[in-house]
């Protein structure tokens, strides 16, 4: 009996693991679909074609494109947190270098973005009323990451910091809605943001420490 209820749960483990590596396969690809062409432009039929998934079985995963889009939405989010969780810990050496980092990889998707994905947004309350969390969430750690630069010696004293976080996250929105990279290229988009944005609000520390990453050879 034992030995029976150990297979069980080694089967019943085996299924669970199948079931996740093929929801976060449907998970990658239907994120990509959705930046390149839109929500809307994109079919469940679609999905399940490509893949060569049964629509019962994509159904079964995700109840239907809403569940599926904010399950992407988690995804991209957690992807983009570890990213830079990543970098803290691992090859930044001060508030500067996350700064930057952090803008570098906020760039890297809005390039990614086709402007109708955000219009189609509006068809689904639960995906925005995630990312109306998730952007509550953000600026709060981004206020508190000031404050540590602040302190650092980094930023200046007596500056609102969540004005300054809604001013980035405008600037990004632009860049967006506007298609600016299909005119400029995104070294010069960022060169410009860092230039005007980020160093008002930096110290002739924040400064000197800026110029030194800035003049390395990156992405941007």
């Known amino acids: 009996m034992h030995a029976e209820f150990s297979s069980n749960m080694q089967k019943s483990s085996s299924k669970d693991v199948k079931r996740q590596s093929t929801k976060l396969r449907?998970?990658?690809?239907?994120?990509?679909?959705?930046?390149?062409?839109?929500?809307?432009?994109?079919?469940?039929?679609?999905?399940?074609?490509?893949?060569?998934?049964?629509?019962?079985?994509?159904?079964?995963?995700?109840?239907?494109?809403?569940?599926?889009l904010l399950e992407c939405m988690k995804y991209k989010a957690e992807a983009e947190l570890e990213e830079l969780h990543d970098f803290v810990n691992n090859k930044a050496g001060n508030v500067m270098e996350v700064l930057l980092k952090f803008y570098e990889i906020r760039m890297d998707?809005?390039?990614?973005?086709?402007?109708?994905?955000?219009?189609?947004?509006?068809?689904?309350?639960?995906?925005?009323?995630?990312?109306?969390?998730?952007?509550?969430?953000?600026?709060?750690?981004?206020?508190?990451?000031?404050?540590?630069?602040?302190?650092?010696?980094f930023f200046r004293k007596g500056l609102n910091y969540e004005i300054i976080t809604r001013m980035s996250e405008a600037y990004m929105g632009y860049i967006m809605q506007n298609k600016l990279y299909d005119k400029f290229t995104m070294k010069d988009l960022f060169a410009n943001f860092v230039s005007v944005i980020v160093r008002g609000y930096c110290t002739e520390k924040g400064l000197e420490m800026l110029e030194k990453f800035t003049t390395k050879d990156s992405k941007y």
């Open 26 to 68: 449907i998970c990658k690809y239907a994120v990509s679909m959705f930046y390149k062409n839109g929500t809307k432009n994109v079919k469940m039929d679609d999905i399940s074609s490509k893949l060569k998934i049964s629509k019962r079985t994509l159904y079964e995963l995700y109840g239907d494109k809403e569940q599926l």
């Open 109 to 153: 998707v809005v390039k990614k973005v086709n402007p109708a994905f955000y219009s189609d947004l509006e068809r689904y309350p639960a995906v925005l009323k995630y990312l109306k969390q998730q952007t509550s969430l953000k600026r709060a750690r981004s206020i508190e990451f000031f404050n540590k630069g602040v302190e650092d010696g």
